[in-house]
C-alpha cells in the first residue's frame, strides 16, 4: 500500500510565497515522474509542473519564472516552491508519483488527498 502526504498549503497575500512538500510511503521498489497538478472547482485538473528521475522539469506557461519543483529521492519527496503568488493561484493542489511497486509491477500513479491554496488579500 502506497501514501502520499501533502502539507503546506494556507492562505497567502498576493506576492507571497508558500512551499508545499509532498511525501510518500509504503511498498515502493522505484519512483520515476513527480508532478503537482491544481484543481479549481468544476475545473479540470491541470498539470503545475514536473520533474523527473534525471532531474529535469517542465511547469505550466501560467507559472514559469515563479514556481520551482524539487526532489528528494532519498526521501520519496517532492516540493514545489510557490513565489510572486497571484489570485489566480488559488485552487486545491495535488501531488502524484509514478512509481512502481515492485520489481515487476507497472509504474502506475498515485495521488495525494490535496492541499488548498488560496491567494487572496
Known amino acids: 500500500q502506497v501514501q502520499l502526504v501533502e502539507s503546506g498549503g494556507g492562505l497567502v497575500q498576493p506576492g507571497g510565497s508558500l512551499r508545499l512538500s509532498c511525501t510518500s510511503s509504503g511498498n515502493i521498489y522505484r519512483i520515476s515522474t513527480m508532478a503537482w497538478y491544481r484543481q479549481g472547482t468544476g475545473e479540470q485538473r491541470e498539470l503545475v509542473a514536473e520533474?523527473?528521475?534525471?532531474?529535469?522539469?517542465r511547469y505550466a506557461d501560467s507559472v514559469k519564472g515563479r514556481f520551482t519543483i524539487s526532489r528528494d529521492n532519498a526521501k520519496n519527496m517532492v516540493d514545489l516552491q510557490m513565489n510572486s503568488l497571484k489570485p489566480e493561484d488559488t485552487d486545491v493542489y495535488f501531488c502524484?508519483?509514478?512509481?512502481?511497486?515492485?520489481?515487476?509491477?507497472?509504474?502506475?500513479?498515485?495521488w495525494g488527498q490535496g492541499t488548498q491554496v488560496t491567494v487572496s488579500s
Open positions: 520533474i523527473r528521475d534525471d532531474g529535469s522539469a
Open positions: 502524484t508519483q509514478r512509481m512502481e511497486t515492485t520489481l515487476w509491477a507497472p509504474f502506475s500513479d498515485y
